[in-house]
């Protein structure tokens, strides 16, 4: 499985853990940006994603700034070959 870290996810949990946020209020403004832009500053602080993973489990839900990458689009194309059905 190919997995990437949501940086604007990464964000908002350490936004919600370090206030005590658990349901929708309005204590701190929310802005996905400011959450994008924190969440990149965590994760560029770690060499790996196992890094980042391996920091913050215990201390909150990593599972949900896990995203997984389909990685379809990342291999070569097979071409399809017609078989050729000969007479004889």
């Known amino acids: 499985m ?10 908002r949990l ?8 658990r349901r929708k209020s309005r204590l701190v403004p929310r802005s996905a940006r400011l959450d994008r ?6 994760v560029n602080g770690y060499g790996t994603i196992q890094e980042v993973l391996d920091a913050y489990r215990g201390k909150a839900r990593t599972q949900y700034v896990i995203v997984k990458i389909d990685p379809s689009n990342l291999l070569p194309r097979r071409e399809r070959r017609r078989l050729k059905v000969g007479v004889g």
């Not at 990437?4 to 990464?10: N, P």
């Not at 350490?14 to 946020?21: D, I, L, Y």
């Not at 832009?37 to 965590?42: A, I, P, Q, Y």
Request: aromatic content about 4%.
């Open 2 to 11: 190919l997995a990437d870290i949501d940086h604007e996810r990464v964000g």
């Open 14 to 21: 350490f936004r919600k853990n370090a206030v005590g946020e």
């Open 37 to 42: 832009r924190t969440g990149h500053v965590l």
